[in-house]
């Protein structure tokens, strides 16, 4: 009897274990990504089940305890991966062990970004020519001169025209921070470097015109980089003529924290001999830039840095200019006293959230932003200058010097202008994925946006000019009284509010053996606290791709862009500030062909677009050098339209090069702007504002009408080239060529149509030959130290190969009768630069 009651609470007592032990089992694992790098953090769920979890260690392994004889649905979820499920069912104890592969949507986000983007007016530019885009800028804007839409005039500067749209209406982002142009510039051989540092960049999109609801209120287009997040220890370096750069990354050992440094450093002293003002320039322009991430199972920390500071100093010498025709060919010689010096320093800093949640259809993002810019350029320059006639007679032993002289006169140029201006914002974004697929795939989500941003402008202006002519100043204006030209003294203190938001869906549907459509639909709204003006911008596109043999894709697009003024838009020529201004309006229709083919066996692309744009509400302005004077008045409307073709792909194996055309013009009609054209007594029409003894004998009132804008220009051609050497694979070339008609310019008045005259047309060609000196097959690598390089290369560049003389602005002079004289100032001449590009670390390049 006793042994019968112990047996009984024996079993009462371990019972419950027996129970557990049944109807339980055990499941470990180790979970990677498919370079084999495990996933530390990352949460493994059962589905319906939330409170049976497991996390994984930094080595990426787990072990759970789960419900056995059930199948159940496992989730794997973690911010750096692909959500994935897999189904599973154990028996009563047993003991499994299940090795997994995720994949790393953080690696692979371009590849899944680019089908998209390629459904929208948006493209994707390979980073890959990054490092062998030639010219002298050395700016990551480089890889723009041969894309569609995109007009840039101006080698050393980083600004650039989409489509008839000055360098104002272009927005730039680097990982959603919105980046900012100096304001103070007035000349690209002053302007240093661009925000984005080609070295840390992991993707670039762009759009030259019917852009999504989601990016910001800009006219013209939208540039999108991202910096990558690196997987492996790596750096490098390069050095040349004009500057140099290096950079380092890497990551920890489970890629949970990773960090990006770069510093550039640019003196265009070198390039800037090649000029025709001669003196002793002292450009210095550097910056430092870090991205940092660190991941958590749902959340991800990042943090953008950057530091810049771009000085000019000059002391100018002397400058001969030649210019004018084959039959009245002249000289300008000017003699200079003074120096200028000019800063432009900015300190930029964000912090961004992005948290995934355990619903796996959902992304958010809060990001907290601040820029700062501390400005001034300061300058007294003093020049005496002569005008002379050259001989044109072919036949005279003085053929081509001076023959007489025109007149003599002397010019100053006074400025102390000094500007601070803040920019903070605080913003969310969000994204919520729905994918079913089935027989016919469905995706569709919706993104939503909301922004604060607050601005503060600090601004002290002094500046003007003196003409003078054989010792006598010239009067401007009254005849009886003798005046500065081009006077602008102000001090200005602007602190305003902005609040902005956006809401877009996008459907997709496609089948196996129908067609494939998508569109996408969004609404932005923006208030503007200084001209109390609320805006409302609708924009939407469609995508068809047809069921056919050939990879074809047709697209339309259309939409409201406003651009509410900022600074410069509200500061007119003299200084004053409008702020009642209200926003530029532009109405994009475009229509898309884009084709996907092979030629040689190798992969191209072409695409084609039309557009047409309405613009009301314009603000005019005139453009000097990078310097862009607006008028502060809403006085103009006008229209836009063009068609822009490109074509790129492997048309030498294993390198890719593109070419673009365009076709091109933009249009506005100033409110008011009208003139009278006077006649003498015979008949004969004399010019406004011409002195003559004519007796005016009869007038009439014109009124211009449409006049083209600064920026318009009919025809345009990019080109980028690369091939190898015959016979010397490891010798690459890359030829970039561009053709620019001549852009509208007038006499230095604000009188928008008299500027019908036209700059010559720009015609450029950099070539580079680059030399792999050590690749991962040299010999050198068996070497201790050298072993560590994944390549150097050795570049030889010549740009402006053919010295074509540019010209990029003028210089007006008078003479004592005040006959005026246009002085073109030419761009860089042709030059010979040396780099050098090393690279360390990382994955070894194939």
Request: hydrophobic fraction near 35%; charged fraction near 25%.
């Amino acid at each position: 009897m006793a042994s019968r009651c112990i047996r009984l609470l024996f079993i009462l007592f371990f019972s419950p274990v027996f129970t557990f032990a049944q109807g339980t089992a055990t499941l470990s694992g180790k979970i990677t990504f498919f370079d084999k790098e495990p996933i530390p953090e990352l949460t493994v769920i059962v589905k319906g089940m939330p409170k049976i979890r497991a996390v994984t260690n930094s080595r990426g392994e787990f072990t759970i305890q789960l419900p056995a004889d059930t199948t159940l649905t496992l989730q794997f979820r973690h911010i750096s991966v692909k959500q994935t499920e897999k189904t599973i069912r154990l028996i009563a104890g047993e003991v499994r062990m299940l090795n997994i592969e995720l994949e790393d949507i953080m690696l692979n986000t371009v590849d899944i970004e680019d089908k998209d983007k390629r459904r929208k007016f948006i493209i994707q530019i390979p980073i890959e020519v990054l490092p062998v885009q030639v010219g002298p800028s050395q700016d990551i804007n480089n890889v723009l001169r041969a894309e569609i839409g995109v007009v840039m005039t101006n080698e050393l500067s980083s600004g650039y025209s989409v489509r008839g749209g000055n360098y104002d209406e272009n927005l730039v982002y680097v990982n959603d921070i919105e980046v900012y142009r100096p304001f103070l510039v007035r000349s690209g051989q002053q302007e240093g470097l661009s925000f984005a540092n080609p070295d840390l960049v992991s993707s670039i999109f762009f759009s030259a015109g019917g852009f999504e609801a989601k990016y910001g209120d800009k006219m013209s287009s939208v540039m999108d980089i991202t910096y990558k997040k690196p997987t492996n220890p790596a750096g490098s370096f390069s050095a040349s003529l004009l500057g140099g750069s290096f950079h380092v990354e890497g990551a920890s050992e489970s890629r949970l924290f990773t960090w990006l440094i770069g510093a550039r450093q640019k003196s265009s002293q070198y390039l800037l001999t090649a000029l025709d003002t001669k003196g002793e320039f002292k450009p210095s322009f550097y910056d430092v830039q870090t991205f940092i991430t660190q991941t958590w199972s749902e959340w991800q920390l990042n943090v953008l840095g950057n530091i810049s500071s771009n000085r000019y100093h000059i002391i100018p010498v002397t400058r001969q200019s030649d210019f004018g025709t084959v039959n009245e060919a002249l000289r300008l010689t000017v003699y200079w006293d003074g120096q200028e010096i000019d800063a432009y320093r900015s300190y930029m800093g964000a912090v961004s959230m992005i948290n995934r949640p355990e619903k796996k259809d959902l992304a958010l993002r809060y990001i907290f932003s601040a820029f700062h810019t501390s400005e001034y350029e300061t300058f007294d320059l003093l020049g005496q200058y002569r005008l002379d006639a050259l001989e044109t007679d072919l036949g005279k032993d003085n053929f081509g010097d001076v023959a007489y002289n025109l007149g003599i006169g002397g010019l100053l140029h006074h400025a102390r202008n000094f500007l601070n201006a803040s920019v903070f914002s605080a913003e969310h974004k969000g994204t919520k994925f729905f994918d079913r697929t089935n027989e016919i795939k469905r995706e569709k989500n919706y993104e939503w946006g909301i922004r604060y941003q607050y601005e503060l402008i600090e601004d002290r202006l002094n500046e003007w000019k003196m003409f003078d002519s054989s010792g006598y100043s010239l009067p401007q204006g009254d005849p009886g009284m003798i005046e500065l030209q081009d006077v602008v003294k102000s001090q200005i203190d602007l602190g305003s509010s902005r609040l902005s938001g956006y809401g877009q869906y996008s459907y997709t549907k496609e089948t196996k053996d129908t067609a494939e459509i998508s569109f996408t639909a969004g609404l932005r709204a923006s208030w503007w606290e200084l001209n109390g003006q609320f805006l409302l911008s609708p924009r939407a596109s469609f995508a068809y791709k047809p069921n056919s043999k050939r990879d074809i894709l047709l697209k339309a697009a259309t939409g409201l862009y406003h651009q509410p003024p900022f600074y410069r838009e509200l500061r007119d020529v003299y200084g004053n500030v409008n702020k009642d201004l209200k926003a530029q309006n532009s109405f994009h229709f475009l229509l898309g062909y884009d084709l996907n083919f092979k030629a040689w066996r190798r992969p191209f692309k072409f695409i084609a677009e039309v557009y047409y744009k309405y613009l009301d509400n314009l603000v005019p302005y005139e453009v000097d050098n990078v310097r862009i004077r607006y008028y502060a008045q809403n006085l103009a409307h006008g229209h836009a339209a063009g068609i822009d073709m490109k074509v790129n792909g492997e048309f030498v194996k294993g390198v890719e090069s593109w070419f673009t055309m365009s076709v091109m013009t933009i249009r506005e009609d100033v409110k008011g702007d009208s003139y009278y054209d006077y006649y003498n007594t015979d008949g004969v029409k004399i010019r406004p504002g011409y002195t003559t003894n004519d007796t005016i004998a009869d007038s009439a009132l014109v009124f211009p009408g449409f006049v083209p804008r600064p920026t318009d220009q009919l025809v345009t051609f990019g080109l980028f080239f690369q091939d190898y050497l015959p016979r010397l694979p490891r010798c690459k070339m890359h030829l970039n060529l561009q053709f620019g008609s001549g852009l509208p310019f007038g006499p230095p008045s604000f009188d928008r149509y008299k500027d019908t005259l036209r700059y010559p047309p720009y015609r450029r060609a950099d070539i580079g030959f680059s030399y792999e000196l050590i690749s991962d097959s040299s010999k050198f690598f068996k070497r201790k130290f050298l072993r560590h390089f994944n390549s150097i290369w050795i570049t030889a560049e010549v740009y402006n190969l053919f010295a074509t003389n540019n010209t990029i602005s003028y210089l007006w002079i008078r003479d004592v009768t005040n006959r005026q004289y246009a002085i073109p100032n030419y761009l860089s001449r042709r030059l010979i630069n040396i780099r050098m590009i090393a690279r360390i670390g990382g994955k070894k390049e194939k």
